[in-house]
């Protein structure tokens, strides 16, 4: 996990330990120019002021003269060159004399001009040790408490990270719960992280035993249905050999014969769509054109009366490589949507290279109605009788399995178009 909990929370830290020190950087600069010229220019104003008080009191009071600052004194009236050269210019104030390396103070009174000179290199060093050292202190201080923080937090959220991972390296089909057992927990998980791992387990067992009791239904009814099928197909078979039989009682029978493959072919379909997508159900090459037309004459039974003609054009005959009675099933529940919701007009099949197009002129369906029309049990016209909705959703997941792509084109009152489309170049072995 790439982009997991804990390495947002490493981000967060060190992003907020960079703000910290940009911070404190900034801060140093500050403290450091305001500490030279504000510190510094106080306490030479202070030693003037100082100064004219003790000379006042003695005009024998010589300016100060120490290890960090030296005082010159250019009585009035009396020429100043007894000053070093570069003081000697400055106007009344503070001077900043980088070149020199020097603070300096000039403070004009009745009495005469007083220079005070601060060392910049003196007052650097005691910027350093009242003001720069405090906020390193502080900012190794930052550090410290930003470090036991993160370690905190990675101790706090480690169980969820673990719980995490292990999820994400679940097989869908068959998730490895057991690994979530309460016994086989770490045992630095408590408190909530514990109470999610539990909730998974026992989350992950109810649905590990309602796949699996799914996909025992589907195989079980689905084998229970084939043996009524079996003499259903067997009982019309023989019916059918009798030679005394109407033509009206060989038109029910062959009827019947249909419906029992048209439901054995959906048996299959579902027990396709129970069996895990890595099983490959058995295939074989066939015909598209020839299971469109078997299908397209089962439809026919369904028009009636109807004033609707069903066409079937056979543009191309691609081989298919699949369960045939798969596409039966694709096929089967598209024309009887097209037959039982066109009331006049066309049903018509277009087979082309690598797809089967199913058109019709009958009711169609609103834009709102298409986008919902692959969802199960819904039922773009429910006050018609026929259908339960699920024909397109059992389409839809069929194509899934096997790569194919269904599209529907539709309008209100228009008509609606299906398309069918294989994949291409077909599978290497083609016939």
Known sequence: MPHGLPRKIRIAFIVQMVMASLAILVAFYVVATLFKYGFIQATLQDEARHFWQLYEASPAQPPPNNFSLRGYLVEAGYSNLSLPAHLRPLAPGFHDLAADGQLVWVDQQQAGTLYLVYLRDQATRVALWFAVLPAMLALFAIYGATWLTYKASKRM????????????????????????????????????????????????????????????????????????????????????EDPALSPRVVRSLQRIQRSGRDMEAVIDAF????????????????????????????????????????????????????????????????????????????????????????????????????????????????????????????????????????????????????????????????P
Not at 169 to 185: F, N, Q, S, V
Not at 301 to 312: A, H, N, R, S
Not at 317 to 330: F, I, S
């Open 157 to 240: 959220v480690s169980p969820v990270a673990w719980l995490a991972r292990l999820v994400s390296r679940w097989d869908p089909r068959h998730p490895d719960i057991a690994a979530l057992a309460p016994e086989r927990l770490p045992a630095d998980m408590e408190g909530e992280a514990r109470q999610l791992a539990r909730a998974l387990h026992s989350l992950g067992g109810r649905v590990e035993a309602q796949l699996e009791r799914e996909r025992n239904f589907t195989r079980d009814a689905s084998h229970e249905l084939r043996t009524p099928l079996t003499v259903i197909r067997v009982a019309s078979d023989m019916a059918l």
């Open 271 to 430: 027990l396709i769509l129970a069996r895990d997508s890595d099983i490959e159900p058995q295939s074989e090459w066939f015909d598209v054109c020839e299971v469109v037309q078997e299908e397209a004459d089962s439809a026919r039974m369904l028009l009636g009366d109807k004033p609707v003609q069903l066409e079937v054009h056979c543009n191309a005959r691609p081989q298919l490589y699949a369960p045939p009675r798969v596409l039966h099933v694709v096929i089967g529940n598209l024309l009887r949507n097209a037959c039982s919701y066109t009331d006049r007009g066309t049903v018509s099949i277009t087979i082309g290279p690598d797809s089967v197009e199913v058109s019709d002129t009958g009711i169609g369906m609103a834009p709102e109605a298409l986008a919902r029309a692959f969802e199960p049990f819904y039922r773009a016209a429910p006050e018609r009788p026929m259908g339960t909705g699920l024909g397109l959703s059992i389409v839809l997941r069929l194509c899934e399995r096997f790569g194919w792509q269904i599209s529907l084109d539709s309008a209100l009152d228009t008509g609606t178009v299906a398309t069918v489309r294989f994949p291409q170049p077909p599978p290497t072995g083609s």
